[in-house]
T-cell receptor, first 113, second 110 residues
Framework: DVKVTQSSRYLVKRTGEKVFLECVQD?????MFWYRQDPGLGLRLIYF???????EKGDIPEGYSVSREKKERFSLILESASTNQTSMYLC????????????FGDGTRLSIL | GQNIDQPTEMTATEGAIVQINCTYQ??????LFWYQQHAGEAPTFLSY??LDGLEEKGRFSSFLSRSKGYSYLLLKELQMKDSASYLC???????????WGAGTKLIIKP
């Protein structure tokens, strides 16, 4: 089974802090994704990566950056956290091939005070 | 723009059948996914359709009509553990991204 592990289930930070969310997958997948999920909205893509050191902006990249130095690890960085970044953050990975599903981590519920 | 519509919430009875609809308007289409998400948990993959027709997997089936921009997820013999949100997502042409619906919260009553 694919295992996608996010570093924290719950996280509380203060406005202005730099926040790091880590994600590791164990299936040698090329593609990795960061989403945020808010009530009443679909999953919104922040950034994705299709290879080491490669990154692409999703629909809502503002205020975020990412890092992919190793294939198995994809990090999301909130440069200066703000209260409107309070959300559930989900990491996913996916192999190549059109019918391959995305596999998700358990999510990090981030609160910015 | 890209748009996916699903009902916000549905209620059904244990042992019954329920159909969750998903309609999409996207500039490209290269497959549709259904995911299940229990409260506070990660979405888990249920089914994938790329051609018209019905795909059956045990108690769950998924249908696609590309000409109508329409899919449904059919759940049979409902169990209490089927209480969850069901997410519809469309893969558009030539990229890795999925466009997600807001999800349908399914409530199962005894």
């Amino acid at each position: 089974d694919v295992k996608v592990t996010q570093s924290s289930r719950y996280l509380v930070k203060r406005t202005g802090e730099k926040v790091f969310l880590e994600c590791v997958q164990d299936m040698d997948h090329e593609n990795m994704f960061w989403y945020r999920q808010d009530p009443g909205l679909g999953l919104r893509l922040i950034y994705f990566s299709y290879d080491v050191k490669m990154k692409e902006k999703g629909d809502i990249p503002e205020g975020y950056s990412v890092s992919r130095e190793k294939k198995e690890r994809f990090s999301l960085i909130l440069e200066s956290a703000s209260t409107n970044q309070t959300s559930m953050y989900l990491c996913a990975s996916r192999g190549t091939g059109g019918n391959q599903p995305q596999h998700f981590g358990d999510g990090t519920r981030l609160s910015i005070l | 723009g890209q748009n996916i519509d699903q009902p916000t919430e549905m209620t059904a009875t244990e042992g019954a059948i329920v159909q969750i609809n998903c309609t999409y308007q996207t500039s490209g289409f290269n497959g549709l996914f259904w995911y299940q998400q229990h409260a506070g948990e990660a979405p888990t993959f249920l089914s994938y359709n790329v051609l018209d027709g019905l795909e059956e997997k045990g108690r769950f089936s998924s249908f696609l009509s590309r000409s109508k921009g329409y899919s449904y997820l059919l759940l049979k013999e409902l169990q209490m553990k089927d209480s969850a949100s069901y997410l519809c997502a469309v893969r558009m042409d030539s990229n890795y991204q999925l466009i997600w619906g807001a999800g349908t919260k399914l409530i199962i009553k005894p």
